[in-house]
């Protein structure tokens, strides 16, 4: 069926309040959206789905006190200290990285993959890790591989929120996350973590901020080894040592260089079936992308598309890509960035 007449049955089970087709059209729309490569649509109707059966599945009065009632407090109290909690299809054949930062995030796969023999012999299983590097060079991605291949729930925190400007509040949300997500066994993923975990001599600090080191220290120290923390920073030295030696694997996120770059376009152009329309001008267009993030990259030629697309509606066969046109939007991607730094 097509997305739209999916959509007119989502909306049509849901004026009738009809719950059973309503799940069965939404669990059809996520699958559409897998096959067709929609993948950020799939994660976010999955997490919609997933929210709703479980209230749905808690919708009974409940003994105060019994385990049911429990979990709803608890879901109540970190409700809004995180963004989402999603399960992931990204799998490595999303990301474009270093062959180094590939190969370590296999053994860290191959790790947690082999727990029942890692503790048979009483050795310890890596699960901090921090990702560090320039905006835009997959460090989030990372993290969403990493779940859709662990085949667990994420946690995404919510930053905004977790940090407070009463004194001690932002140690007792960290705890409120860490301790949740180890009854879960999730992943708990911390985006621009430099924010709360900066080097203690900062004089500005006043000692808010070595407390919440010092918390995060001991919440790290009591991790369970099933339970994993995915960190994100583009100010590695803006975090503090004893943090820092804390984490099983620091991972490197850099610029992408020729390959990489040519490897993002074919991704990129692959998945939507277009072509350039002067295709001897790739050479070109890498090193015109040189300097840029993979985000960077894929955004403007993703625009590209969008506006080549519109402006020759009526082209036979694959959709082509306005050369000129990416050129300019790099070429602007680029000032804007000199603006900005």
Not at 175 to 194: G, H, L, P, V
Not at 224 to 246: E, F, K, Y
Request: charge should be positive; charged fraction near 25%; proline fraction near 2%.
């Amino acid at each position: 069926m097509m997305p739209s007449e999916l959509i007119k049955e989502i909306a049509k089970y849901g004026l009738e309040n009809d719950q059973d087709n309503l799940f069965k059209a939404l669990t059809e729309l996520i699958e559409h959206s897998k096959q067709h490569k929609k993948v950020n649509l799939a994660i976010q109707l999955q997490s919609l789905l997933r929210d709703a059966l479980q209230q749905h599945q808690a919708s009974g009065l409940v003994r105060v006190g019994s385990p049911q009632y429990l979990l709803r407090e608890q879901d109540k109290e970190v409700g809004e200290l995180i963004i989402d909690k999603v399960t992931s299809d990204y799998r490595f054949d999303s990301l474009v990285c270093s062959a180094e930062v590939k190969k370590e995030l296999t053994l860290f796969i191959q790790e947690h993959g082999s727990l029942n023999l890692l503790q048979e012999y009483d050795l310890p299983i890596s699960n901090k890790l921090i990702f560090y590097g320039p905006s835009g060079c997959g460090k989030t991605l990372a993290a969403y591989v990493l779940a859709g291949e662990l085949k667990k729930m994420m946690v995404v925190v919510n930053l905004g929120a977790i940090i407070s400007a009463k004194l001690g509040e932002t140690s007792k949300n960290l705890a409120k996350i860490f301790r949740r997500a180890a009854q879960e066994e999730c992943i708990i993923f911390i985006d621009e973590f430099d924010s709360i975990g900066k080097i203690r001599d900062y004089k500005q600090d006043h000692g808010e901020m070595k407390r919440v080191v010092n918390t995060i220290l001991q919440l790290f120290d009591y991790l369970p080894q099933q339970s994993i923390v995915i960190t994100a920073t583009n100010q590695i030295d803006m975090i503090d040592d004893a943090l820092l030696r804390r984490f099983d694997l620091k991972l490197k996120f850099n610029l992408p260089d020729a390959t990489h770059i040519k490897e993002i376009i074919a991704k990129t152009m692959k998945n939507n079936t277009f072509a350039l329309d002067y295709p001897r001008q790739l050479a070109t267009l890498i090193r015109a992308c040189k300097g840029l993030s993979y985000y960077s990259i894929q955004r403007t030629l993703i625009t590209s598309m969008k506006r080549s697309l519109l402006q020759k509606k009526s082209q036979k066969g694959k959709p082509k890509i306005s050369t000129a046109l990416w050129l300019s939007l790099l070429k602007k991607e680029k000032v804007g960035q000199k603006k900005t730094a």
